[in-house]
């Protein structure tokens, strides 16, 4: 078959060089499928890149017909199948969240508009990089040609901490948890909802809240657990989450080119236009989806309690704020 080409920016880093082997030895787009790696990373990291492109060649992958390592945005985007967007300027200590939006705002308004200009119309976009929600937002905006469902940023990594967290507490695998749902901004502010999240218990599908009988918890540790993970990881690694950031962005990839398993729906960050979930229209918001033929589509009709409508709304707010500081930076950078 024909190679597609992949973009991972921010590839000299962390979550990347988890990441990369994944996808080269294929994990995320089968094992048929060959594949060109295209490596985007700041000037400052090219020689840290070439390391990296130098132990790809060493794995001696049969999938992996070329890497190209670069730091030019138009070598990059050129007529890619899919672009991750992981790069992003990091908050530091100290930094504001504002500070940090405005440094982002420019990076996500660039590489919005190296797609719009050098990609495939049908490229898919996944956003990685912190304040992922905006951000991927931003250069969605900046890429008027791409069709804004063709942008989604992660919140798998979410999804996948509140699978884990439910499985745990029940003693089963996470496989048998499944129909968690984030709703919202990739921030503290997220709703990890397991109102309509079933659980296999001895060959049995039940609803979460009925087989762990602790709403308490369900309602207060457990929600604090899967939105404060990051910091958790951060504090006893010294390090931001990479191993599960990168196995969240391949479980994200390949439900797009795929589709979602019968029966069970994923959380992703995309568009809110259209939702039947009253948040409102032009965030990059996470919803509970499912996919088909590299298409998403909402899950409808979910009935949504108050405990809900407050959460959802809550992270809405954040979203909407987030979104006005951005376009401000961005009528202006």
């Not at 996470?174 to 984030?182: F, G, P």
Request: aromatic letters at 6%; charged letters at 25%; proline letters at 4%.
């Amino acid at each position: 078959g024909e190679p597609i080409r992949v973009l991972v920016t921010g590839a000299a880093g962390q979550i990347a060089y988890s990441l990369l082997y994944s996808i080269a030895k294929g994990d995320v787009f089968g094992k048929e499928q060959p594949l060109v790696l295209v490596l985007l990373d700041i000037t400052p990291m090219m020689t840290v890149l070439e390391g990296v492109v130098m132990e790809l060649q060493d794995c001696a992958l049969p999938l992996l017909r070329e890497v190209i390592p670069t730091d030019k945005e138009e070598v990059a985007f050129k007529d890619l199948d899919i672009a991750i967007l992981v790069g992003s300027m990091p908050r530091r200590e100290g930094m504001e969240r504002k500070d940090l939006l405005k440094a982002n705002v420019k990076i996500f308004k660039s590489q919005g508009a190296a797609l719009d200009k050098y990609a495939k119309k049908s490229v898919k976009v996944v956003v990685v990089g912190n304040p992922a929600n905006t951000n991927c937002l931003i250069a969605s905006k900046s890429a008027p040609s791409i069709p804004k469902e063709n942008f989604s940023c992660l919140t798998r990594l979410d999804h996948n901490r509140a699978k884990s967290q439910i499985a745990l507490k029940l003693g089963v695998t996470a496989n048998d948890v499944k129909n968690v749902i984030i709703w919202g901004n990739h921030s503290s502010t997220q709703y990890p909802d397991v109102n309509h999240a079933k659980v296999n218990v001895k060959g049995k599908e039940v609803g979460v809240y009925e087989a762990i009988k602790d709403d308490s918890w369900l309602k207060g540790d457990f929600i604090l657990t899967v939105q404060q993970r990051g910091a958790a990881v951060i504090k006893a690694r010294k390090l931001s989450s990479a191993m599960s950031a990168a196995k969240a962005i391949c479980d994200h990839v390949r439900d797009i080119w795929f589709g979602t398993p019968a029966g069970e729906f994923v959380s992703m960050g995309v568009i809110s236009d259209g939702n039947s979930y009253g948040v409102p229209e032009d965030l990059l918001y996470s919803f509970p989806v499912v996919i088909k033929d590299k298409t998403w589509k909402f899950v409808e009709g979910l009935p949504i309690n108050d405990f809900s409508r407050e959460k959802m709304d809550l992270t809405a707010k954040e979203l909407t704020e987030e979104k006005e500081t951005a376009v401000e930076f961005l009528s202006s950078a």
